[in-house]
């Protein structure tokens, strides 16, 4: 079995800050994704990359960056942070990249911004 | 656009109790269905997955999906809940493409 593994688990910014957040995978998928998950709301798809130096853009791109220079690694960059700001942030791999297949997920990045 | 709706943000069950989670899709055509769950502090894990075919899938722990076209649902169910269900779980929505479509989850409380 394989593992994706987010760092850091807990991160605090400051408003307009940027702030970067990495992912992981040794299943040796292709396909990599960032979701936002904010409470009540489901996750929302940030950005996703089919194959290393891949971006594609989700539903909820605005104010986020993303960078997948090797096929395990997947970082998402907050442009500025906005204050009040509070959720977690999942990365997921699968296999291919049809949504046929299915996700693995780690066990996410929780932002608060002050 | 596909969308999923999950109708109940809490569901609370005694342990031993069956149990239902509603989830209706928007979606053309026929499309693949997922349920996810999350236990706390944890990513998601899949349950179960529905591919064209026969409407009733089995997952993980005993849960089982049903598929309705005709009511655009499908909804999840366990005969006999279990004080480690506890958790929230999500239903998902999928096209050809690579993204997926989560409902906005239902949060599961088994009382003792």
């Known amino acids: 079995g394989g593992i994706i593994t987010q760092t850091p688990k807990f991160l605090i910014g400051q408003e307009g800050q940027k702030l970067t957040l990495k992912c992981q995978q040794n299943?040796?998928?292709?396909?990599m994704y960032w979701y936002r998950q904010d409470s009540g709301k489901g996750l929302r798809l940030i950005y996703y990359?089919?194959?290393?130096?891949?971006?594609q853009k989700g539903d909820l791109s605005e104010g986020y960056d993303a960078s997948r220079e090797k096929k395990s690694s997947f970082s998402l960059t907050v442009t500025s942070a906005q204050k009040n700001e509070m959720a977690v942030f999942l990365c997921?791999?699968?296999?291919?990249?049809?949504?046929?297949?299915?996700?693995?997920f780690g066990s996410g990045t929780r932002l608060t911004v002050l | 656009a596909q969308s999923v709706t999950q109708p109940d943000a809490r569901v609370t069950v005694s342990e031993g109790a069956s149990l239902q989670l509603r989830c209706k899709y928007s979606?053309?055509?026929?499309?693949?269905l997922f349920w996810y769950v999350q236990y706390p502090r944890q990513g998601l894990q899949l349950l179960l997955k529905?591919?064209?075919?026969?409407?009733v899938v089995q997952g993980v722990n005993g849960f089982e999906a049903e598929f309705s076209k005709s009511n655009s649902s499908f909804h999840l169910r366990k005969a006999s809940v279990h004080w480690s269900d506890w958790a929230v779980y999500f239903c998902?929505?999928?096209?050809?493409?690579?993204?997926?479509?989560f409902g906005g989850g239902t949060r599961l409380t088994v009382r003792p």
């Open positions: 997921a791999s699968s296999m291919g990249d049809i949504s046929a297949e299915t996700l693995y």
């Open positions: 299943f040796n998928h292709d396909t």
């Open positions: 990359s089919i194959t290393e130096n891949d971006l």
């Open positions: 979606y053309f055509g026929t499309p693949y």
């Open positions: 529905y591919y064209p075919g026969d409407p």
């Open positions: 998902a929505v999928g096209n050809a493409g690579a993204k997926l479509t």
